[in-house]
């Protein structure tokens, strides 16, 4: 027997935010606005547009193995043992999702990662009805993405757009697979751009739209109405798993720099300056002089990096990279975690009265330490506990010297000054033990902390 779950990231939202109950309705799209033909009956239709683009959007299953009994005790040999219980047996899993075709020749399909985590068999099905076996080429958890490929003759692709370009107000259209009940199409508008700090994912850059998206909808495509894509479908906000007009999309110019890497690498090697950086906030802006300007204000610049050797600097504002405005510190981050290895980039910074370009190479990450992003110590400034603070805690560990404002870590509820000694029970002597133990981004991260002197236990989801 199947279970068959539509997928859809949902981020759930207060019982007090729910009650203030706020309806949603998608107006007709003016006909003026619509760029497109009339039909027979003289009236604006987005069909011919659709005829063209709905072809490249496919819906896929995935079939995962799940045990059949979630009880521990039914894990426990002895107790297995004692009831004469047989052998636990795995039954099949089935969730269904949405895609997307982005290269006839190739066969490459784009989709969420979340939509083909875990699965042990992926079939993709055209609009045409077609059934098809697909293969992972591969998967980033980072960004949601993840990349298929399968093998049919007269595909149909659709043609990528510049994200870049969409402005608060564009009219879209979402199409997708919801509750699997095959394709369906919805239409909105813009609602906001750049949206981050949901931690949905570890790199955030969403497109918000309010045309409706639900489970199922996972992968789909969110399109111009001149049948561009500009978005996969990721996540919904809602306080019951359903469409209340907040959606969010990964905007289609992350989405092809990560569909890149994982067609020529099988996975996203990321980037690094070796920078510190924070949001360069109108109070922070006030304080340092800067008046209206906006970027990434660089805290810190560790000492051999990359940014070292080019010449940044610690009080350095990163207003653009490569003549496209930086925005936030968020944004830096995600051009620069999504830049490939090696690629030289021209930064242009902010100093005293001054502006200046400074050509900086992009490097790896040191592969032998995890990435931290995505965890909630992401935008914590670490360092080895020394000999006496290692005496007054008790034990050896890592104290955050400091944390950027509205980082994952200042949200998680660390404190400059706190000692980790543990996390997720495994002891931490050194940044390296720490970083080994977050290797794999535990959902539920326990930390067991040295605060003014008494030991603190702090549990973060």
């Known amino acids: ?127 045409d009805g077609r059934q098809l076996p697909a293969k992972l080429i591969g998967s980033d958890k980072e960004t949601d993405i993840a990349l298929l490929q399968i093998n049919a003759k007269n595909l149909t692709a659709i043609q990528i757009g510049d994200s870049d370009a969409l402005k608060v107000g564009d009219y879209v259209v979402a199409i997708g ?59 919904i906000l809602s306080p019951a798993g359903a469409n209340v007009g907040i959606g969010f999309a990964v905007p289609s110019d992350m989405v092809l720099s990560v569909m890149n890497q994982l067609a020529t690498q099988g996975e996203v090697r990321r980037g690094r300056l070796g920078i510190g950086i924070q949001d360069l906030t109108p109070d922070v802006a006030e304080a340092l002089k800067l008046g209206e300007l906006r970027g990434a204000l660089i805290g810190s610049v560790e000492p051999g990096s990359a940014a070292a050797r080019a010449g940044l600097r610690t009080g350095d504002v990163v207003t653009a990279i490569d003549n496209r405005p930086v925005h936030s510190a968020t944004d830096l981050r995600n051009r620069i975690g999504l ?49 006496e603070e290692a005496r007054q805690a008790g034990a050896p560990g890592v104290v955050i010297e400091g944390l950027g404002s509205g980082s994952m870590a200042a949200r998680s509820g660390l404190q400059a000054g706190d ?16 970083r080994k133990a977050l290797a794999d981004k535990p959902a539920i991260l326990a930390l067991e902390l040295i605060r003014d002197g008494d030991p603190l236990l702090l549990v973060v989801r």
């Open 1 to 127: 027997m199947f279970d068959l779950t539509p997928r859809l990231r949902t981020i759930a939202i207060s019982a007090a935010v729910a009650a203030g109950a706020i309806f949603f309705t998608t107006s007709p799209l003016p006909a003026q606005m619509t760029g497109q033909a009339s039909s027979s009956t003289g009236l604006p239709t987005l069909a011919p547009m659709l005829e063209q683009v709905t072809p490249a959007v496919v819906n896929i299953a995935v079939v995962s193995r799940a045990p059949a009994q979630d009880n521990p005790l039914y894990s426990d040999p002895n107790f297995r043992r004692f009831f004469n219980l047989p052998e636990q047996q795995q039954q099949a899993r089935m969730s269904a999702g949405s895609g997307v075709i982005v290269d006839a020749n190739k066969g490459y399909v784009l989709t969420n990662h979340h939509v083909v985590d875990g699965g042990s068999k992926i079939s993709v099905t055209l609009k």
């Open 177 to 235: 697979n919801p509750f699997g009940l095959g394709q369906t199409v919805t239409s909105g508008i813009v609602s906001a751009l750049g949206r981050s700090g949901l931690n949905i994912e570890g790199y955030e850059d969403f497109i918000q739209t309010d045309a409706s998206i639900n489970p199922g909808n996972s992968g789909g495509a969110l399109v111009t109405l001149d049948g561009k894509l500009i978005g996969i479908n990721t996540a």
């Open 339 to 387: 830049t490939p290895i090696g690629t030289r980039i021209n930064v242009t910074v902010k100093r005293g009265d001054g502006e200046r370009v400074i050509a900086v190479t992009i490097t790896s990450e040191d592969r032998s330490s995890a990435d931290l992003s995505g965890t909630p110590l992401d935008g914590a400034k670490m360092r080895e506990a020394s000999a």
């Open 419 to 434: 000692i980790i000694v543990a996390a997720n029970r495994s002891p931490v002597s050194s940044v390296a033990d720490l």
